[in-house]
């Protein structure tokens, strides 16, 4: 039988506000457990929660960036369940009125297709704590912490409709929503720290079938990785599963990406009574529509206009515009260097290919651009020295790596390595001389060549003139001189 997979998404959005969405502690990361988690935020008695206007404004600000409606009132829901990380024992969301509601965001695939993925509603609320189970120190292997101070954190959850049909455009989905958050500055987007968090909803059915068949969500990816690990994963268990004659039970998973491997955390009913109620603290919240235009007229440019305007100004493939104009940080990062440099295209090149492999690479502990140690001034340094011929590409490529490695700019490197490339006409043009000289068989041979395998053999004379130079002689007056020579 064949099967067909469907997913949808929901995923939370921490917002870069200074403080929490119902009080004013700091919501920075990495500060000691339990230090950035005040009374409002533990819900202690006599204490009352105050809205974060930014939160607000920052929601509103998405909801325009994916062309969603936007609710000029919103109401505030209490979500009551128990859970250790959660000190109020509820959770203050928004249910039936949310602050967006439905929008859609298009995505590319890897064969140049387009798709729309809709989103059903997108509601802020406050993040939970943390359950922490490793590195507790002098507590007991067998007991698990509590850091609160993730709590009361602003969220935007963002919850897509079930369009996705495979893991590939689950993840650009989720490519095109970090995107999208960076560029409005809304968010840092970093996964690893918790800021962008995605539960994956998975079903499959039989192809043709209308009817969805019974879904899981897995909670907590935080990587575009494991979030392919996972879908591929749960998509074999399921149809594994029903090919043997079972039934898939609704239920959340976790996936492991240590083990690459999945389990059961608990049973998940058609309908989880959570018990909701509006929030008796807050009241709705009720906007203009003058306020909503402000926001409209004063949103920082999206990815896709900024795809448009790099392909317009800087002369670029939809390819490379596509990939640069992704995140801000990416296109800073890119103007920035062409400023400097003054070459559109190589520092495309140079940023799409030798920095990004390097951002990719699993066992480094650098993920965005703006950790890069070689900074954009840095690279539009080293480009210049390629295209004033005081270094080939190919030892470009050296330099880079001693950038890279903190070895000091380009000019530092070439210096302390003697890397300068030799541009002496009257040096190469001896070097070529000794070359033909001492190759007299393969000389005879191109001479009595055609064209074609003429261009062939020529990589043997370069490739010896690149050697007795170390690597160091200007290729293109080495071609040029050899070429008269050979030639003559």
């Not at 979500?79 to 000190?87: E, G, M, Q, V």
């Not at 949103?299 to 900024?306: F, G, Q, V």
């Amino acid at each position: 039988m064949e099967w067909e997979t469907v997913i949808g998404l929901e995923v939370h959005v921490q917002l870069a506000t200074k403080t929490k969405i119902f009080s004013g502690s700091s919501t920075a990361f990495g500060s000691a457990p339990n230090t950035q988690a005040n009374a409002v935020d533990l819900a202690m008695p006599g204490t009352l929660p105050v809205f974060n206007e930014q939160a607000q404004r920052y929601a509103i600000m998405f909801g325009l960036g994916i062309d969603a409606e936007i609710a000029t009132r919103s109401v505030f829901d209490r979500k009551n369940y128990f859970y250790p990380d959660s000190p109020k024992g509820y959770q203050t969301t928004q249910m039936d009125h949310p602050i967006v509601g439905a929008g859609e965001i298009d995505i590319t695939l890897k064969d140049g297709s387009s798709k729309s993925i809709r989103i059903h509603h997108a509601h802020l609320e406050e993040d939970a704590g943390k359950s922490l189970h490793e590195g507790l120190g002098a507590i007991s292997h067998d007991c698990s912490g509590i850091d609160l101070n993730r709590a009361g954190t602003p969220l935007i959850e963002i919850v897509s409709e079930p369009d996705m049909r495979n893991s590939e455009e689950a993840v650009e989905f989720a490519k095109k929503l970090q995107s999208i958050v960076t560029s409005l500055g809304i968010s840092d987007g970093n996964m690893s720290q918790g800021s962008m968090r995605f539960d994956v909803n998975i079903s499959v059915r039989p192809k043709g079938q209308e009817e969805y068949g019974t879904r899981t969500e897995t909670k907590n990816l935080n990587s575009f990785k494991f979030m392919e690990e996972a879908i591929a994963l749960e998509v074999e268990r399921q149809i594994e599963v029903l090919e043997d004659g079972g039934s898939i039970a609704q239920e959340t998973r976790l996936y492991n990406a240590d083990t690459k491997t999945a389990r059961s955390m608990r049973s998940k009913e058609e309908a989880n009574d959570y018990r909701y109620f509006p929030c008796p603290d807050l009241l709705p919240v009720e906007i203009d529509q003058s306020y909503i235009e402000e926001l409209r007229k004063n949103l920082p440019e999206l990815p896709l206009a900024r795809q448009q305007r790099f392909i317009k100004d800087y002369n670029l493939s939809e390819y490379d515009a596509g990939i640069l104009s992704g995140d801000r940080d990416s296109a800073i990062y890119f103007e920035k260097t062409t400023s400097a440099c003054g070459d559109a295209k190589l520092a495309a090149n140079w940023i799409i290919v030798e920095i990004s492999a390097r951002l990719n690479d699993t066992e480094s502990d650098i993920e965005t651009i703006d950790q890069a140690p070689v900074n954009a001034e840095d690279l539009a340094g080293l480009i210049t020295r390629i295209k004033d011929n005081t270094i080939s590409g190919k030892i470009a490529k050296q330099v880079f790596e001693a950038m890279w490695n903190g070895e000091g700019n380009a000019d530092a490197v070439i210096e302390a390595k003697g890397l300068k490339q030799n541009s002496d006409s009257g040096a190469l043009e001896t070097m070529v001389d000794e070359v033909i000289a001492n190759n007299p068989d393969q000389v005879n041979n191109y001479r009595n060549a055609d064209a074609d395998k003429r261009k062939k053999m020529t990589g043997f004379f370069v490739g010896q003139i690149m050697k007795a130079s170390k690597g160091q002689a200007n290729p293109g007056m080495v071609n040029k001189i050899l070429m008269q020579k050979l030639n003559a």
